[in-house]
């Protein structure tokens, strides 16, 4: 069966990144896309925060930073500022980009432990430019002919601007949309694919390849094909989120904030215009009313609409790749935005399956291809995220002893040893979370290793003194160059005068 006909049910940021990145198709005739949405359907909107990755999607399709970032109210991330999670009232700051750089193959961090040990009181993030422009508030893009390495960054935006953005971009290129509601879908009685949807119009929209983007409810994935679900709760317990934007406070801060709180953590993503806000805790451990009141009492700024709650179950489908439809987005799993991984996943099936599409026809080894590398993805950032709340002190709730004492994943407890023995952390394959997250996290929230490793030991500390010192001042340098990060945004990409 040839592939003449893509479908994607459901719009918002999932459905319309996948109908951008694939209307290229469409205006090479190959295949013809349609996008059916519902206005009546609201979007979840929690992701608002990205990771530097995303920079290549819009990239690739062409889209000027400036254009896309002024329509979005878009800001600049350098990092996390993660606040309360070792303890109550410490903190530390997640960085994109490395410490340093690597001296003779050994890292920089076993450099800086090395020194720290011989009685060099500065902290590791005076070696990070991401963190020293962030506690300044300061950003610029890379200036040519500089050398110094450039600053990586991701950013903030509003998620349903950005969708309204990109439906303008794919529906220029041939993508057509559909309005209302699914209703009913069919299936080949030979095959078990999906052959067509029926809408509450009674309209049928035949396909041969749909891309599921209904997000929680899995219209396609679960509704009609009966996937299954792989549930992580116990590792991840939360369950809930309460959401709601406010009124910005003057200052558009280059980092998203992460605090954690007695049966989760809060979020705060500064946009042009307003905040993002919103509270994840566990159902078990605290009620909504207490979660709504500790966000509306722990926000910057008036409320600019009514609490926004959510329910969903952290985990995965057990295929993302299911016959002819492939799960992108929320109906494929859902991981709480500690990380701001959202969007990247969405990011990354996308471009697993725009790689993988024949026009031939639809085969079992791009389906266990793509459910492969997918699933090692999605548990290797729950690993990632299980650490924040494994590596913890508190002791001050039901909630964080849960947490603390929890069994985890056999390839965390792997990572975390290794750590505590020589400070190495090996990053497996193209993991995406590379040596300087896992670094900042476990030694931020107070893993720390018992010795630096052999090869760094071997190394002669007076001999790189001047580097080492080279690389503080080099720092200092850069960040001193650099504008505030509110006086750049007004310079390069203001926000329109209506966020659309």
């Given amino acids: ?74 800001s600049f991330k350098l990092g996390i500022h993660f606040v309360n999670w070792e303890t109550q009232g410490d903190s530390y700051f997640h960085p994109f980009g490395n410490y340093g750089y690597a001296v003779d193959s050994v890292s920089f961090h076993e450099i800086w432990m090395r020194y720290r040990m011989a009685g060099d009181a500065r902290p590791l993030h005076h070696f990070s430019p991401e ?27 509003d998620a349903t601007a950005y969708a309204r953005f990109l439906r303008r971009y794919a529906e220029g290129r041939g993508v057509v949309r559909k309005e209302g509601k699914v209703v009913k879908s069919d299936l080949h009685g030979e095959s078990g694919f999906v052959k067509s949807i029926t809408m509450d119009d009674g309209t049928e929209i035949a396909g041969d390849f749909f891309i599921d983007c209904s997000g929680f409810r899995g219209l396609l994935i679960e509704g009609a094909l009966e996937t299954g679900y792989e549930d992580w709760t116990h590792w991840l317990p939360c369950d809930r989120a309460v959401a709601i934007p406010s009124e910005g406070d003057g200052t558009v801060l280059p980092y998203t904030r992460a605090t954690a709180h007695s049966a989760g953590w809060q979020w705060r993503v500064p946009l042009q215009r307003r905040n993002g806000n919103g509270h994840v805790y566990c159902s078990q451990f605290m009620e909504a009313d207490e979660a709504t009141d500790i966000l509306l009492k722990n926000i910057d700024g008036k409320p600019l609409a009514d609490p926004n709650h959510l329910r969903f179950t952290t985990g995965r489908r057990k295929k993302f790749w299911n016959k002819n439809v492939v799960a992108v987005g929320l109906s494929g799993g859902f991981m709480e935005p500690l990380e701001s991984t959202s969007i990247h996943l969405i990011q990354s099936a996308i471009a697993k399956v725009a790689g993988m599409l024949s026009t031939d026809g639809i085969t079992p080894a791009q389906e266990d291809t793509f459910n492969r590398l997918m699933g090692k993805e999605f548990s290797r950032i729950r690993d990632f995220l299980i650490l924040h709340y494994k590596a913890t002190k508190r002791d001050d709730s039901d909630f964080w002893n849960y947490c603390r004492t929890m069994d985890i994943p056999d390839s965390l407890q792997e990572k975390i040893d290794l750590f505590k023995l020589n400070g190495q952390v090996f990053r497996e394959e193209d993991e995406l979370f590379a040596e300087t997250s896992w670094v900042a996290v476990m030694m931020g929230q107070g893993i720390l290793p018992g010795r630096p490793s052999a090869m760094a030991q071997s190394l002669d500390l007076d001999k790189l003194r001047g580097e080492y010192e080279g690389m503080d001042q080099s720092i200092k340098y850069l960040v001193g160059k650099m504008p505030g990060h509110d006086q750049y945004l007004q310079r390069f990409c203001p926000a329109a005068m209506a966020a659309e």
């Fill in 131 to 157: 963190t020293m422009a962030a506690m300044h508030r300061k950003f610029m893009h890379q200036e040519e002919g500089q050398e110094l390495p450039a600053i990586n960054y991701a950013y903030h935006l």
């Fill in 1 to 74: 069966m040839g592939l003449k006909k893509i479908v994607i049910v459901g719009g918002g940021t999932a459905g319309w990144m996948a109908a951008a990145a694939l209307s290229r198709l469409v205006q090479s005739r190959t295949v013809e896309i349609t996008l059916v949405e519902s206005e009546l359907i609201g979007t979840v909107g929690v992701g608002e925060a990205t990771i530097p990755p995303f920079q290549n999607f819009n990239d690739r399709l062409g889209i000027p930073e400036t254009e896309w970032m002024s329509a979005v109210q878009g």
